[in-house]
Each structure stands twice: as structure tokens, then as C-alpha cells.
């Protein structure tokens, strides 16, 4: 994949802190359930925030560790298939750039399942 342009690199760089937040926002919702409904299965509970914690780790490091330019569209793409780059935002990179990810995701149905 070619690499992206000026513009939208530096609007990824501006976004990526913002989508982390975001992702760690969604976690922590999941997480809630899990530790106020343990009941009197503590380890149960235990097990399933470890289990919940394991997956969004693997999901975590695939979305955002080593971003970098020759990357970053697969790194867009990501975060557009998992929502967290939402309309307002993904509106501001280039037609070119949209229509790429939107192409790749097409091509690409079970990205970062």
C-alpha cells in the first residue's frame, strides 16, 4: 500500500491519542459488568476481566503500537472497521484516503476480527 499523504498523516498523528482514549473508554464500560455483578464468585470474575483484558490487549497493540507512515493506512482501517473513527472525523482526510480504506475494508471483511 503507497504511503499516506501529508495531510492526512498529520491529522492521523492529531487523532491517535483521541481513539485511544476512545478504545480505553469502551473497555472500561465492559470491564464495569464484570466487577460489579461478580456476586460471590470473585474468581469467576476474576477470569472473565482476564479474559476481557487478554483480547482487547491483542486488539489494543494491532490498532495503535507501531504507528508509522508505511502503515498507516491499514491503521485507518482499523480504526474505521472497529468505529472508532467516527463520520466527522474520517471526513477530514482526503477523498483519495477515504476511498482507499473504504475499499480496503470492503476487500477485507474480517480485518482485525
Not at 5 to 33: A, G, M, N, S, Y
Not at 53 to 81: C, G, P
Amino acid at each position: 500500500m503507497k504511503d499516506l499523504p501529508e495531510k492526512d498523516w498529520k491529522q492521523l498523528r492529531k487523532l491517535k491519542d483521541k481513539l485511544i482514549q476512545r478504545f480505553c473508554d469502551e473497555v472500561l464500560i465492559k470491564v464495569r459488568p464484570i466487577t460489579e455483578n461478580k456476586g460471590n464468585d470473585s474468581f469467576k470474575a476474576y477470569q472473565d476481566l482476564w479474559e476481557l483484558l487478554d483480547k482487547v490487549e491483542d486488539e489494543l497493540s494491532l490498532m495503535f503500537d507501531d504507528v508509522v507512515r508505511s502503515n498507516a493506512f491499514l491503521k485507518l482501517a482499523l480504526w474505521r472497521k472497529r468505529g472508532l473513527l467516527l463520520d466527522d472525523e474520517f471526513d477530514k482526510f482526503t477523498q483519495e484516503t477515504r476511498d482507499l480504506i473504504i475499499s480496503f475494508i470492503s476487500k477485507n471483511p474480517t480485518i482485525g476480527s
